[in-house]
């Protein structure tokens, strides 16, 4: 049988629990994965808003064209090409306008507005 003290500190943790689960959750279900398409030679939507630590998904929903997503402001950072349903993704840990292009067609234009 567990002496008093044992049980004593059980409880506590067992009342705690909640509290503990409520941080595990909000830690594993903080960041968010937000979707960009690319059809029709556009990025859709061509303006998101997200918090630090969200991920942005670019996937390629044309039939023949490839595309990548380039961010002119941050050395040419470029993915790389996504050809029809490929798909890219990249996290957002740093508040900012991130603006982009496509990189073969610069008429291709978005911005990640990280909050």
């Known amino acids: 049988m567990p002496s008093g003290a044992s049980l004593f500190t059980g409880w ?3 009342k705690r629990a909640p509290a503990l689960l409520a941080l595990v959750a909000f830690s594993a279900f903080g960041q968010t994965t937000h979707d960009v398409v ?3 030679y556009q990025f859709v ?3 998101l808003t997200i918090r630090s630590g ?3 998904k ?3 929903h ?3 064209t490839s595309h990548s997503v380039l961010f002119p402001a941050e050395g040419g950072q470029e993915s790389e090409r996504l050809f029809p349903d ?3 993704q990249r996290q957002f840990n740093q508040p900012g306008r991130y603006l982009y292009h496509c990189g073969p067609h610069p008429e291709m234009k978005g911005v990640i507005v990280v909050e």
């Open 62 to 64: 044309e039939k023949r």
């Open 58 to 60: 670019w996937s390629n």
């Open 54 to 56: 969200d991920t942005v």
């Open 45 to 47: 939507p061509a303006e």
């Open 86 to 88: 490929e798909s890219w």
């Open 12 to 14: 506590l943790v067992l």
């Open 38 to 40: 690319i059809e029709g």
